[in-house]
């Protein structure tokens, strides 16, 4: 299995922006599908976006559509997410996940992931 950890995380305030990143070692992150997942207090995990191993698609939830943005730079073995215009529900430990399929799709699921990293925290202040 790949082994993922998530940086970037912090506190920030209502419409600024954070980018997070997510390194991978043990293996290539470039045969891997990545999603970004997150998990607010009390509340269950979430899928945020997703990303093919080769970069070509991405899928993202409907609350972050325009604020978000998901990369990859598999010559540095690293996944990215920009987000911008954040909000206070955006509060929440952001996970990166990998898969390896070399798919068309990436998949909103918790099952179709099997590595994951320890996650990052991320706090928007009002």
């Known amino acids: 299995q790949v082994q993922l950890v998530e940086s970037g995380g912090g506190l920030v305030q209502a419409g600024g922006s954070l980018r997070l990143s997510c390194a991978a070692s043990g293996r290539t992150l470039s045969s891997y599908a990545v999603g970004w997942f997150r998990q607010a207090p009390g509340k269950e995990r979430e899928f945020v976006a997703g990303?093919?191993?080769?970069?070509?698609?991405?899928s993202y939830a409907d609350s972050v559509k325009g604020r978000f943005t998901m990369s990859r730079d598999n010559a540095k073995n690293t996944v990215y997410l920009q987000m911008n215009s954040l909000k206070p529900e955006d509060t929440a430990v952001y996970y990166c996940?990998?898969?390896?399929?070399?798919?068309?799709?990436?998949?909103?699921?918790?099952?179709?992931?099997?590595?994951w990293g320890q996650g990052t925290q991320v706090t928007v202040s009002s």
């Open positions: 990303i093919t191993w080769s970069g070509s698609s991405t």
């Open positions: 996940a990998a898969a390896r399929i070399r798919g068309t799709v990436v998949r909103g699921t918790e099952g179709w992931y099997d590595s």
